[in-house]
């Protein structure tokens, strides 16, 4: 079973999740994300300054959620595809965060390959749509 | 007050199908494109909005802005208020003036011409305008084989150069039948009696358009680009020609042959594509056209810079074809 987020606690962490706003440690100057109530780099800092960080990362590891083990939230786009590309991206500012990945590319993909965010359906309940942040492969300079 | 257009960003879904593929899979395609932009599973008229708007307001001072005007004729929700959802993503003031406009393929220029209203109501110096669509029919109905999917977005500004508002004008008036969807459906109907859609759209887009031409007491000559709504390619090719426009003024705008028809974004998302290519000086008329009917012209004149980051050519290039039957599961038909 996937872990229930009420609405009420999906609402709560809105500009973390729409667009990405992370606490930059004033002790330390390291970036929380998501947010926490004492800094986890120096253990010490309780106080904060809100960032947006730039969605710009890298993969730092990868694997794929077959559609049996995805998440019941998760299951109307397992039904679709079958399965789907999960990743901890290592952002531009430091944190690590796991997220789906979209269109990865049908040759491959491997670790350390730079990414970006995109907001996207995270999945409905109760006709909630939960938007969120996915991460596609850079976009190629032009 | 001069207005000007000083940025604008466009989103294309990465999934295309081919009109090939409804024909093996259909026999027929109704709808004569090459191929056209499909929303993925978790994409929807809001995510579509978000990209297109975080292009558009990149390099902008978001601080800067004072007023949101979204269009679409399929938003997620039938009642919210969906600015509140753009707000976010976007991290703007809380406190801007927001409107939506939808019902109709008219709601992309109308939200532009409100945001044209609306910054005259805010100290703030610019205004964003979002349209984002994705028409949506039954598989079984011939106008779903057109529907297409995409999203563009256009930062206004008070006295600044850009993309210069000339001026506008306007044409509405009943007309029964023709694509419309009932309270409660999510898809759209038609009558089917090609002639006479094709009759309307010609009547209503002339009456805009040449209306506009004679307010400004100018002639097709002096544009370098019209920009049509289109429902279908030929259509617009044929009014464009019956109205003294040529076809290399009609080129850069026509887009539905690589997206289908994007709903209210069509001439919106053509004028994007004639931006990355136009010159300074350069004049534009743009038409909108929503069944019903109703038809706004705007012209424009290119009087200093107006950026983009993703030139439409390359969001063009960007791209994976999926099959018919793929296209029905995202569809959720199957
Ligand atoms: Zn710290």
Known sequence: MGAHISIPMYQRAVAQRYRLVGQKCTKCGKINFPPKAVCKYCQAGNEFENVSLSGKGKIYSKTVIAGGGAP??????????????????????????????????????????????????????EGVIRYGFKFRMAAQSV | MNKSVISYGVYLPYLRIKRDEYISALGSCSAAYKEKAVMDIDEDTITMAVEAARDAVSGIDAAQIGALSLASANFPYSEKVMAGTVIEALGLNNNILTCQHGNSTLAGTEAFLSAMGMLDQTDQKYALVVVSDAPAAAAAVD???????????????????????????????????????????TGVRDIGVKTYASQVYNETIKGAVLGLLRKMQLDPNDYSHLVLHQNDAKTAAALAKKMGFSEEQLNQGQLFSLVGDTGACSALLGLCNVLDN?????????????????????????????????????????????????????????
């Open chain 2, 278 to 334: 136009a010159r300074s000086g350069a004049r534009i008329i743009i038409c909108s056209y929503g069944s019903g009917a109703g038809s706004q012209a705007i012209s424009f004149k290119l009087s200093g810079a107006c950026k983009n980051t993703r030139p439409v050519k390359s969001l063009l290039e960007s791209k994976k074809y999926i099959s018919y039957i793929y296209y029905l599961k995202l569809k959720r038909c199957i």
């Open chain 1, 72 to 125: 019941p939230e998760f299951a109307e786009e397992a039904k679709c595809k079958g399965s789907y590309p999960v990743a901890i991206v290592e952002l531009d500012e430091g944190p690590r965060i796991i997220a789906q990945l979209v269109n990865p590319p049908e040759e491959g993909y491997s670790i350390g390959m730079p990414v970006e965010a995109v907001f996207r359906k995270i999945y409905e309940e």
């Open chain 2, 143 to 185: 106008l779903e084989h057109g529907f297409g999917a995409g999203a563009c977005a256009f930062v206004l500004a008070k006295d600044e150069p850009g993309l210069e508002i000339e001026g506008v004008y306007a044409r509405a008036g009943e007309a029964m039948g023709l694509r419309y969807r009932l309270p409660g459906e």
